[in-house]
């Protein structure tokens, strides 16, 4: 079965520097990859995913994550973040078999100013 | 465009007791999903309908939830009876297609607090 980890529960950064939040995944074959936002009080969103080609993805909100299949992860980037991006953050990993999608327990973002 | 659509938005219960939640998906989405998000954990899937029909229910602990798709469009979760450890934000969610070929719009959640 499919599993992901995100390895850091909470991470504070100020506004205007560069975020990355780690994933790492576990599978057996390619699987299907995928980052989320959940900002308090409402659903989650649909970052970005990854299904085969570029490993390099580009997602919305100035958001991208790089494929690394030797390492296992899918981290997600952004050069620059604002205040707008606090939230939290869950990877996923989908299993193309199965059809299924399974959650990190996410990694929240506090942006200080 | 509509969003998916879920009520209560709170909901405060004692153990034993009986809550029901309802979800409205996005207009023509043929699969729905409920999940289940327990504070520090990411959502678990709980059930999925394509249609009115359960594609997936394995994780959903049928001794005291139940759900149902009436004429494939809504949805209702039930827990009877609730337990101290059903405390979670349930969130609903809906695609054209499969979880992974279509992409999930979720609903803001309920968020069920058991004493």
């Known amino acids: 079965a499919q599993s992901v980890t995100q390895p850091d529960i909470h991470i504070t950064v100020s506004e205007g520097a560069s975020l990355e939040l780690r994933c790492n995944y576990s599978?057996?074959?390619?699987?299907?990859l995928f980052w989320y936002v959940q900002s308090p009080g409402q659903g989650l969103q649909l970052l970005l995913k990854?299904?085969?080609?570029?490993?390099l993805v580009q997602g919305i909100k100035g958001f991208e994550a790089e494929f690394k299949r030797s390492q296992s992860s899918f981290n997600l980037r952004k050069p620059s973040v604002h205040w707008s991006d606090a939230a939290e953050y869950f990877c996923?990993?989908?299993?193309?078999?199965?059809?299924?999608?399974?959650f990190g327990a996410g990694t929240t973002v506090t942006v200080r100013a | 465009e509509a969003g998916v659509a879920q009520s209560p938005r709170y909901k405060i219960i004692e153990k034993r007791q009986s809550v029901a939640f309802w979800c409205n998906p996005i207009?023509?989405?043929?699969?729905l999903y409920w999940y289940q998000q327990i504070l520090g954990q990411g959502p678990k899937l709980l059930i999925q309908?394509?249609?009115?029909?359960?594609?997936?229910d394995s994780q959903l602990p049928k001794d005291r939830f139940s759900a149902e798709r009436l004429k494939g469009v809504d949805s209702t979760l039930k827990i009877q009876p609730a337990k101290l450890e059903d405390s979670a934000v349930y969130l609903c969610?809906?695609?054209?297609?499969?979880?992974?070929?279509?992409?999930?719009?979720f609903g803001p959640g309920t968020r069920l607090t058991v004493l």
């Open positions: 969610a809906s695609s054209l297609a499969g979880p992974l070929t279509g992409e999930q719009f």
């Open positions: 599978y057996g074959a390619t699987p299907y």
């Open positions: 990854y299904f085969s080609g570029d490993t």
């Open positions: 996923a990993v989908g299993a193309p078999v199965q059809d299924k999608l399974s």
């Open positions: 207009s023509g989405h043929a699969t």
């Open positions: 309908f394509q249609n009115n029909g359960v594609v997936d």
